[in-house]
């Protein structure tokens, strides 16, 4: 999983320091599974939101983002949370549940951009995002 635009857990007027190619060799690495900058940037070539960008600009975005690793069952967030960033599954799939206990109203899969409009705008999560099943995003 990618998340782009700001990080949920900095404060307010924190800037956000963006690493280095080394530093993101490193940070980018999911458990072992040893996907590269480059590995990113090809997978946010699929998705259609980003068609337009230059090769260089996607892969501004992968520096800037960060990545994070859901289990199954997980939550990536909830209904209501502050939106501060807009998240791209690398593998697997997403369920997306509009009320706590129902069956998921939707599943996604990768590559898709998800909560893109906090890239644009805060706002408030309107459904809650956990993942679909024990792969790495």
Known sequence: MIAL???????????????????????????????????????LKRIPFFDAMEPQALRSLVFAGETRLLCAGETLFRRGDSSDCAFVPTSGSIAFESDAGRPADKIVRSPALLGETALVAATERAITAIAANPRHY
């Open 5 to 43: 635009g700001q990080r949920a857990n900095r404060p307010r007027g924190a800037t956000l320091r963006l690493p280095s190619e080394p530093d993101v060799a490193k940070s980018h690495s999911l458990h072992g599974k040893g996907m590269a900058p480059d590995d990113y940037t090809e997978i």
